[in-house]
Every structure is written in C-alpha cells, then in structure tokens.
T-cell receptor
C-alpha cells in the first residue's frame, strides 16, 4: 500500500498566487522528500525534511512536517507558469532505501 | 555528469516479445532503483540494488520481470514475455548512500507500449 497520499489531486491557480499541497502518511518515517515531475520527464528532487525538523525553506518552497499528525505540506509562493507540474511526496524509513511515493498533485499555474 | 541515462526512450512491442530496458546510473552512486509509473497505480518501486546487489525485489510484479546489475555502471530490466498490462513508463533512479537516505536522481524514463 502507498505510504504517502497527496492532497489535492489537482490544483489550478493563477500566476502569482501561492500553491499549497499536502501529504499524509501512515507509518513512522526517517525523512520526507518532495519531487516535481514535468510532463514526459523524470522526477526531480526539490527538498528533503528530516523527521526531527519542522520546517524547511528552499527559494520559493516551504515545507513543513508534523510527525504527530503524520503529514507534510509543500508551499510554493508567487507561483509561475513554469511551476506547472505534478508534485510527489516520498517517505523514507530507517529500514532501507525503498522510498514510497504518493499519487501526486497536478498543479496548473495559469498565466 | 550526464545524470541517469535510460534507453530506449520509447519502446513499442507486441505481446509475447521480450523487452529489455537499460540504465546507466550516476557515477559513484551506491543505489539503483527501478520504478514503474502508470495512471492507475502511480509510481511503484519494482526493485533496488545496493553496490550491484539486489536488496528488495518485492515490488517485481511476477516472474516475467527480472533485473540485473552486472556492474556499478549498468543495469537492465527485462520483461519476458511482455503483456499489454506492462505498458507504463519505467524509471531508473540512483542515489548516494547517506544519513539520512539521500535524494534520488531519476532518468527520463522509458515509455513502454505493449500491443
């Protein structure tokens, strides 16, 4: 069964607005990562947050992690048309490198 | 570095034929992963290797699928015989061991269509 579940499944916003995507998971994790996938391409790593961290920033990206609620959120501020892509969370455990990906959120940023 | 290189980019074959997908990981990376992506099931981990040794192949759907990593710079995923339900995008990814587990670098994928 999938570990991570992103929400919403699809999101459409105007350029300049902020986009928030959520990820919920079921079991204890060591870290949680967010990836972006442009249409027809492979996934690209965006940011990693460890289980002992609560928030992390990278450019226009802000990730939060709430281990008590087993959830994470990805915020993209001042979105651009180039941010149009699918976004996936992936969870890692102490037990190996078998990262489990959620079904993803399809983000459309309209110019 | 050229990144993770997969070939072919597209493969169209007929049911029953053997299909071989190839992957060259990033030089120096310890781990290699094979994922399959479909609309219905999303991204599924099929198998991963550490230092050329298969560690977890529990995601391999059935005996028709096999994967090898004869050396640190090459891996194959073979499907024999192929079936229409194998149609998907197959991704190879590699990573460098770290604490915590390091990020994955993905190839561009192989779009497989089995007719």
């Amino acid at each position: 069964s999938q570990q991570g579940e992103e929400d919403p499944q699809a999101l459409s916003i105007q350029e300049g607005e902020n986009a928030t995507m959520n990820c919920s998971y079921k079991t204890s994790i060591n870290n949680l990562q967010w990836y972006r996938q442009n249409s027809g391409r492979g996934l690209v790593h965006l940011i990693l947050i460890r289980s002992n961290e609560r928030e992390k920033h990278s450019g226009r990206l802000r990730v939060t992690l709430d281990t008590s609620k087993k959830s994470s959120s990805l915020l993209i501020t001042a979105s651009r048309a180039a941010d149009t892509a699918s976004y996936f969370c992936a969870t890692g455990t102490d037990y190996g490198q078998n990262f489990v990906f959620g079904p993803g959120t399809r983000l459309s940023v309209l110019p | 570095d050229a990144g993770v290189i997969q070939s072919p980019r597209h493969e169209v074959t007929e049911m029953g034929q053997e299909v071989t997908l190839r992957c060259k990981p990033i030089s120096g990376h310890d781990y290699l992963f094979w994922y399959r992506q479909t609309m219905m099931r999303g991204l599924e981990l099929l198998i991963y290797f550490n230092n050329n040794v298969p560690i977890d192949d529990s995601g391999m759907p059935e005996d028709r699928f096999s994967a090898k990593m004869p050396n640190a710079s090459f891996s194959t995923l073979k499907i024999q015989p192929s079936e229409p339900r194998d149609s998907a995008v197959y991704f190879c990814a590699s990573s460098l061991a770290g604490d915590p587990a390091e990020k994955l670098f993905f190839g561009s994928g192989t779009q497989l269509s089995v007719l």
